[in-house]
C-alpha cells in the first residue's frame, strides 16, 4: 500500500516536473510579499495612487517599483527582473517566446485603462486648436512654424518637446499617428514629464506631448480641468480644427470617442505563484477598487464600462 503511494507521488512530480518545464525554485516569503512592477514612467501619478491604496490593505506588501521609459520596462521583464510591467502594448508573441524558453514562464496580460495623449503649449499662445493632420504635418517635418497652421496667430518656430525617445509617448506618435514613418522637425527630448510641463510653460514656441494623467489638476474633484501652467489643446479628427469639432482629453471625451489620440494601458505579469502578492496585485488594477481609483483620482478612463453623462467643459 504505501509502495503504491510512493509510485503514485512519484509520477505526479514527474508530471509537474514536466509541465512546468523544470523544477520550480521555491520563493522565501518576503518575495511572495514583495509587489514588483516595472511601470511606464507616462503612468507614475496614478500607479503611485494605485500602489498607496493596495499597500493600505495589503500592509506586509513590500512594493519594489521603478519608473522607466517603456523599452527599459519591457526590457526587465524578458530579463526576469521584474515581473509584471505596465505598458501601453501587450508582449508581442515573441516576447512571450521569449520569456517561456529563457526562464520557463508564461505571460499574462490584460488591459485596465484607457489613456490620452495631451498637446500642451504655454499659456500665451492663443492657438489651442489643432487637428490630427496637422499633428502629423508637424511631426513628419512638413509643418515648421505656426502660420502654416490653419487659422493660427502665432509666429516663429514650433518646437516639438518629448518627455524620452524611448517612450511610449514617441512610439505613439510614430506609429498611430505617423504610420511608422520617421519623426522629423524641431524635437526635443525634456528626459521627463515634470520637465515637459516646465519647458513648454517658459517657452511661448513650443508643444509638449505628454500622458495626460501628468498635467491633471489635483484640486479639482470633477476631473475636468489641467494643470495651469500651461494649456491643453483641443484636438480635432477634422481636416481642420474648429472649436465645434475640438475636444480636450476629459474622461468624457475619451470614453465617447470624440478626443482622437487614445490608447489602452496593459498591466502583464508572468508571476507563476498564485499566493503571490505579485497576483493580487494584477487582479486589483482591473477589478473594482482598482477600477475606482482611476476613475476618480486620474485623467485616465477605466477599463470598465462607465456611465456617461453631458457635461460642459471650460477652459
Not at 209 to 216: A, F, N, T
Not at 257 to 277: H, M, V
Not at 281 to 290: K, M, Q, R, S, V
Request: aromatic fraction near 8%; glycine fraction near 4%; hydrophobic fraction near 35%.
Amino acid at each position: 500500500m504505501s509502495f503504491g503511494k510512493d509510485i503514485i507521488a512519484t509520477l505526479l512530480t514527474i508530471s509537474i516536473l514536466i509541465s512546468c518545464g523544470g523544477p520550480v525554485k521555491q520563493r522565501t516569503e518576503e518575495e511572495i510579499n514583495t509587489v514588483e512592477v516595472a511601470c511606464d514612467e507616462t503612468f507614475r501619478p496614478i500607479m503611485e495612487q494605485e500602489m498607496r491604496a493596495f499597500h493600505a490593505k495589503y500592509p506586509e506588501a513590500i512594493l519594489d517599483t521603478t519608473f522607466v521609459s517603456e523599452t527599459k520596462a519591457i526590457s526587465l521583464i524578458l530579463q526576469d527582473s521584474f515581473r509584471m510591467v505596465i505598458t501601453t502594448r501587450p508582449l508581442s508573441n515573441a516576447e512571450k517566446q521569449n520569456i517561456l524558453n529563457n526562464h520557463q514562464l508564461s505571460v499574462e496580460s490584460h488591459p485596465f485603462a484607457y489613456d490620452a495623449i495631451a498637446l500642451i503649449i504655454n499659456k500665451a499662445n492663443p492657438d489651442s486648436l489643432i487637428s490630427v493632420n496637422d499633428i502629423r504635418r508637424i511631426v513628419t517635418g512638413q509643418i515648421t512654424i505656426w502660420n502654416q497652421i490653419p487659422n493660427a496667430q502665432t509666429k516663429g518656430n514650433i518646437e516639438l518637446v518629448f518627455d524620452d525617445e524611448n517612450s511610449s509617448t514617441v512610439r505613439f506618435v510614430r506609429d498611430s499617428i505617423c504610420g511608422g514613418k520617421e519623426l522629423k522637425g524641431n524635437l526635443k527630448t525634456a528626459k521627463s514629464n515634470p520637465n515637459v510641463i516646465t519647458y513648454v510653460s517658459q517657452v511661448r514656441n513650443a508643444i509638449g506631448i505628454i500622458g495626460v494623467d501628468w498635467i491633471r489638476n489635483f484640486n479639482d474633484t470633477t476631473n475636468l480641468s489641467f494643470d495651469d501652467r500651461v494649456r491643453v489643446m483641443r484636438v480635432s479628427n477634422s481636416s481642420i480644427a474648429e472649436e465645434s469639432n475640438s475636444f480636450q482629453p476629459v474622461q468624457y471625451y475619451i470614453a465617447t470617442g470624440d478626443y482622437p489620440l487614445t490608447r489602452k494601458l496593459f498591466i502583464s505579469s508572468t508571476e507563476p505563484y498564485i499566493q503571490a502578492l505579485n497576483r493580487n496585485f494584477y487582479h486589483y488594477l482591473t477589478d473594482t477598487e482598482g477600477q475606482l481609483i482611476i476613475t476618480k483620482s486620474s485623467q485616465l478612463l477605466p477599463i470598465v464600462p462607465v456611465h456617461v453623462k453631458q457635461v460642459d467643459i471650460k477652459e
